[in-house]
């Protein structure tokens, strides 16, 4: 860990409500110079509320914030940035239509009698870029860019106004592990500088990696500030949720039912010769690296996706399933990667988005709103989705609670397999915990569960067998008794790969079925 130097930040007694809900409850928290102070709790513990408070966006209702000895009580963003702090939010702000220099400037653009100076701001563009040795056009768009690259130019604007303070929010939630790497390369380079870093993160594995301290916050509250080289996983899930969780406890059958999903040599346009089982009340996981193909096979068995060769057998019925539609009425559903581009309405009410899916269904065309509130209420019971009101607007729930809203749409339909695709993605522990346990209950119940997780303990905690994809195709199929992180990460970079010279066998050979389409 850095040396860290003199305190450059206190915040004291720190409360915020926003009506009858108290966010922030006389929270304490100070960061001192150079230093990678994280800060973690579950969804809805009040750190976005206090990122605000910090950055100009909401005032504290009382309290006092400290910035260089002075007290300070910003009305705007502006007034944070030019005192100092500068935050990179998780859902980057750039405008994606401008150019690197644009967005650099925006708000800020200097002028001489009303021309703009576009050599200059061309070399502090580049000059703000050296510093963190990042390297692309300051004329490109910011759209042709990658999601790295639009983060880096985030660091890059807030290292041209000699920001004091950094806040990341979620700052790797979208990269890969190498863009990550990178990431934490460039935070070293920043505290090399003297510049404070407040890191927002639920992967717990980074925050332990880069932290110098890291504090907790539960419910609004302040729980404590423990050193990084003191701190160990399993202290950290204690503080964030006031409870132990057994994340790893498994208590799935053993002995998984006759097959429900065949699928023999699969080819589509990024993966061929896929071929796999799953059984009744079996959890087949999916592991490899980004791009390997594995969302992929899971859309085109889901009928989102086309494919060019294989066959699909699904509950004793073989052929293509053309559509979602049709995959939904056959017994199948899947719950994508990003549940706001391709799952919620943000804007409709939490009860609408529950039963999207099963409203074609319901009456017969003629939609009963007692009988959609009645199954609304049903799985938001069930899966203990934590809401004021139905009604309020699914954006109002923490991102836990907007994926179990996602799963209480799909289980609506009661389907016979459940296709997860990176079904913990940007929620804390102890939402994770909760999705862990349903996702064990359904395979209990009989349902069968693909489960697509770039997270390697997920994989082991959860699965009975495990494909490992590299490159579009599988390269090993492990029972959870021979697998590790290390096996898999063998077979997911390629070093290993057990079908180099022959396809993965299934099991055992499916039920002799007849011809009918699943459509």
């Known amino acids: 860990m850095a040396q860290t130097g003199s305190e450059i930040l206190r915040v004291e007694g720190v409360s915020k409500h926003f009506g009858g809900v108290q966010a922030l409850d006389k929270v304490n928290f100070d960061v001192r110079r150079g230093e990678v102070h994280a800060l973690v709790g ?26 260089d000895g002075a007290e300070v009580n910003f009305q705007r963003p502006i007034e944070a940035m030019q005192a100092g702090i500068a935050i990179i939010h998780q859902e980057l702000s750039m405008m994606p239509s401008l150019t690197v220099i644009e967005n650099m400037f925006m ?68 990269l890969t592990s190498s863009e990550s790497e990178r990431l934490f390369d460039v935070i070293r380079s920043l505290q090399e500088r003297d510049i404070a870093i407040v890191y927002v993160s639920h992967k717990i594995d980074d925050v332990l990696r880069i932290s110098d301290r890291i504090s907790v916050l539960r419910d609004g509250h302040y729980v404590g500030t423990i050193a990084g080289s003191e701190a160990t996983e399993q202290r950290i899930i204690n503080m964030m949720v006031g409870r132990d969780l057994h994340r790893t406890q498994t208590s799935v059958p053993e002995q998984p039912g006759e097959v429900l999903l065949d699928v023999r040599n699969l080819t589509g346009p990024r993966f061929r010769d896929v071929t796999f089982q799953v059984r009744k009340g079996e959890i087949v996981a999916f592991s490899g690296l980004v791009g390997a193909g594995r969302s992929e096979v899971a859309r085109a068995i889901f009928g989102a996706d086309v494919f060019t060769g294989g066959e699909i057998t699904f509950d004793g019925r073989s052929g293509r399933i053309p559509s979602p539609q049709a995959a939904i009425r056959a017994g199948i559903a899947m719950v994508p990667e990003d549940r ?129 994809m590299h490159e579009g195709r599988v390269t090993g199929i492990l029972p959870r008794s021979e697998a590790g992180e290390e096996v898999l990460m063998a077979y997911a970079t390629g070093v290993r790969d057990d079908f180099a010279a022959a396809p993965a066998q299934p099991l055992s050979d499916p039920p002799k079925a007849e011809e009918v389409s699943v459509s």
């Open 340 to 468: 706001k581009v391709l799952s919620l309405f943000m804007n409709m009410s939490i009860e609408h988005n529950i039963t999207l899916a099963e409203l074609p269904y319901m009456s017969r065309g003629i939609t009963s709103d007692a009988a959609e509130r009645r199954l609304a209420h049903s799985m938001a019971d069930s899966l203990d989705i934590r809401l004021n009101h139905l009604t309020d607007p699914v954006s109002s729930l923490s991102g836990g609670n907007q994926q179990k809203t996602v799963l209480g749409r799909w289980l609506a339909t009661r389907p016979k397999l459940m296709i997860l695709d990176e079904p913990t993605h940007g929620v804390d522990v102890g939402a994770k915990a909760e999705i862990y346990a349903l996702i064990r209950s359904l395979a209990a119940e009989g349902m069968g569960v693909i489960l697509i997780s770039s997270e390697l303990p997920e994989v082991l905690a959860l699965a009975h067998r495990i494909v490992v």
């Open 42 to 67: 579950e969804n809805g513990a009040g750190k976005s509320t206090l990122i605000k408070v910090l950055g100009g966006i909401i005032e504290r209702n009382e309290g006092t914030v400290t910035l």
């Open 107 to 174: 708000g800020r653009m200097p002028q001489r009698l009303g021309v703009i100076n576009w050599g200059q701001l061309e070399s502090r563009t580049r000059a703000a870029m050296a510093l963190i040795d990042l390297h692309v056009d300051p004329y490109a768009a910011v759209r042709d860019l990658t999601i790295s690259q639009r983060q880096m130019i985030e660091i890059a604007r807030a290292v041209s106004v000699n920001a004091k303070l950094i806040i990341m929010d979620e700052p790797n939630s979208s």
